[in-house]
């Protein structure tokens, strides 16, 4: 039997011979580290100098064609206009390049990169929207999982598992379509605190009974006493 951690994967994979013979068990988020924590939001706000006057849109990446970051950027140029108080927060692996495409679109004092970063639960909190903005090449995006599970409203490109992750059309966006990603994030920004607070909510909710690492663990025992017990009648 084949295990895929995606219904992704799935997709790309399906081969008939195989129908019967494959199961999809997706990667768990641990949602008692991956929690909203307005601690850790004003931490990483004051070390950013950037009070709650801003709204910061955020992605946690690795600077890869498939993460598409001049998506990310396009689209920030585009929801900017006639709203000076957008931030952008790029957490990544390579800032020079990322620092490169940010000044070519004349877009530097509204990007903050931030590099070696490997606790990204203390990260999420300090966002007003978590995204991704991948072209291609997703399985089940942990970034998107785990800033959902931390209470933060989330979009992503219809790439990989995001769409069934996430579970609301509206936040999706085509790959490769700025407008589109932006339009996604200007639907949020346009809600009321009250209402940003209850799509977090419910979207970690949506992590919790769908996608939490007790679930995957569940899946696995399951998967492994069925051969157990088929190994034990043999």
């Given at each position: 039997?084949?295990?895929?951690?995606?219904?992704?994967?799935?997709?790309?994979?399906?081969?008939?011979?195989?129908?019967?013979?494959?199961?999809?068990i997706?990667?768990?988020?641990?949602?008692?580290?991956?929690?909203?924590?307005?601690?850790?939001?004003n931490?990483?706000?004051?070390?950013?100098?950037?009070?709650?006057?801003?709204f910061?849109?955020g992605?946690?990446?690795?600077?890869?064609?498939?993460?598409?970051?001049?998506?990310?950027?396009?689209?920030?140029?585009i929801?900017?206009?006639?709203?000076?108080?957008?931030?952008?927060?790029l957490?990544?692996?390579?800032?020079?390049?990322?620092?490169?495409?940010?000044?070519?679109?004349?877009?530097?004092?509204?990007?903050?990169?931030?590099?070696?970063?490997?606790?990204?639960?203390?990260?999420y909190?300090?966002?007003?929207i978590?995204?991704?903005?991948?072209?291609?090449g997703e399985?089940?995006?942990?970034?998107?999982?785990?800033?959902?599970?931390?209470?933060?409203?989330?979009?992503?490109?219809?790439?990989?598992?995001?769409?069934?992750?996430?579970?609301?059309?509206?936040?999706?966006?085509?790959?490769?379509?700025?407008a589109?990603?932006a339009s996604c994030?200007?639907?949020?920004?346009?809600?009321?605190?009250?209402?940003?607070?209850?799509?977090?909510?419910?979207?970690?909710?949506?992590?919790?009974?769908?996608?939490?690492?007790?679930?995957?663990?569940?899946?696995?025992?399951?998967?492994?006493?069925?051969?157990?017990?088929?190994?034990?009648?043999e």
């Open positions: 039997e084949i295990i895929f951690n995606s219904l992704n994967a799935i997709r790309n994979n399906d081969n008939s011979r195989y129908k019967s013979k494959y199961s999809v997706q990667n768990g988020i641990d949602t008692k580290i991956f929690i909203n924590s307005e601690v850790l939001r931490q990483y706000r004051n070390k950013w100098a950037l009070d709650e006057s801003f910061i849109i992605m946690v990446a690795r600077f890869d064609p498939k993460k598409d970051h001049k998506n990310f950027i396009k689209a920030s140029k929801i900017l206009k006639n709203r000076g108080n957008i931030r952008f927060v957490i990544t692996n390579y800032k020079k390049e990322l620092e490169s495409i940010i000044n070519s679109y004349g877009m530097k004092k509204y990007f903050i990169i931030e590099t070696n970063i490997t606790e990204t639960n203390k990260i909190p300090a966002f007003d978590n995204t991704l903005s991948s072209a291609f399985g089940f995006p942990n970034a998107i999982a785990e800033g959902m599970s931390c209470g933060i409203p989330s979009t992503a490109t219809d790439t990989g598992d995001s769409k069934e992750i996430i579970g609301d059309i509206k936040l999706i966006s085509k790959p490769r379509d700025p589109e990603l994030w200007i639907s949020i920004y346009e809600k009321n605190f009250e209402e940003r607070i209850k799509i977090g909510l419910e979207q970690r909710n949506r992590i919790i009974n769908n996608y939490s690492k007790e679930i995957m663990l569940k899946k696995s025992e399951k998967l492994y006493f069925k051969y157990h017990q088929l190994n034990n009648n």
